[in-house]
């Protein structure tokens, strides 16, 4: 197969995580670029930063694809000075395309909720696709504490810290997970009955909630809940496209909170 596009790749796209499945507030698919575009290279990352962009410049891409949004308001302006602005101008200047797949590849099923899901251990209960897919996964896993099944997603997500909420000796067994920032989910993820709950920016009230509601979080951050998204799509793209289309993996994007 030879002179593929843009729009090949967002067929594939697509059908892993159709845009009809995105939050109304979301903002995906091709934001930057035109569809017929020919399409030899693809960098993969978490955001458009602008160490992503040097290495899709340096590295001849033709198509960015990244989890969050570029453009999520309305541009009044687009003007170097900006820093949204100036990603837009070098985007076209270059010639490179930007594609996202957001809230509706964390929906999707076989997307990014039940990959990290998988990574975890978690065995996910059969979901019924109705009028909408759940927006979280609940499953099963082996039964530990509260505790240890916090150090378990630290080890399986690799980590350098993630915080944590509720009795650590609590045993655990029914798992209620959302990655990025799932926390307006907490009490549907408790209607089904969880024992614990994993997502991303947990704030105070949402602790004290939690040990009010006896059923603990575990904040596994936004950044590392969702950056294992370009060795999934990695995974994904490499196995529909079999080597006519070079894809790469953005390894310099490092979560941005740091600690001491």
Not at 34 to 47: A, D, T
Not at 98 to 107: K, M
Not at 150 to 163: E, F, I, N, R, T
Not at 231 to 258: A, Q
């Amino acid at each position: 197969m030879a002179n593929l596009k843009v729009r090949d790749v967002m067929d594939v796209m697509e059908e892993l995580a159709p845009i009809s499945l995105a939050q109304s507030y979301d903002n995906v698919g091709l934001l930057i670029g035109s569809e017929s575009e020919v399409v030899n290279k693809v960098i993969l990352g978490l955001e458009l930063t602008d160490s992503l962009l040097e290495e899709a410049i340096l590295k001849e891409c033709d198509l960015i694809i990244v989890h969050h949004p570029l453009i999520f308001k309305p541009l009044k302006k687009i003007i170097s000075q900006d820093v949204i602005g100036s990603k837009v101008i070098k985007l076209i200047k270059e010639n490179i395309s930007l594609y996202v797949a957001h809230t509706n590849l964390d929906t999707t099923l076989g997307g990014l909720n039940d990959y990290v899901a998988s990574k975890l251990g978690i065995q996910v209960d059969t979901i019924k696709v109705d009028d909408e897919i759940p927006n979280i996964r609940v499953g099963s896993i082996k039964e530990m504490t509260m505790l240890d099944l916090a150090k378990h997603v630290k080890s399986s997500l690799d980590l350098d810290y993630l915080h944590y909420c509720g009795d650590e000796k609590t045993l655990v067994s029914r798992v209620g997970l959302c990655t990025g920032s799932g926390m307006s989910f907490y009490k549907e993820a408790m209607s089904k009955e969880v024992d614990v709950f994993i997502t991303g920016d947990m704030k105070y009230h949402d602790a004290t909630l939690s040990v009010d509601m006896k059923v603990p979080i575990i904040d596994a951050t936004h950044y590392g809940s969702e950056i294992l998204v370009s060795e999934f799509l990695y995974s994904e793209l490499n196995k529909s496209f079999k080597g006519n289309i070079e894809f790469v993996v953005h390894e310099l994007y490092d979560n941005p909170i740091k600690t001491i």
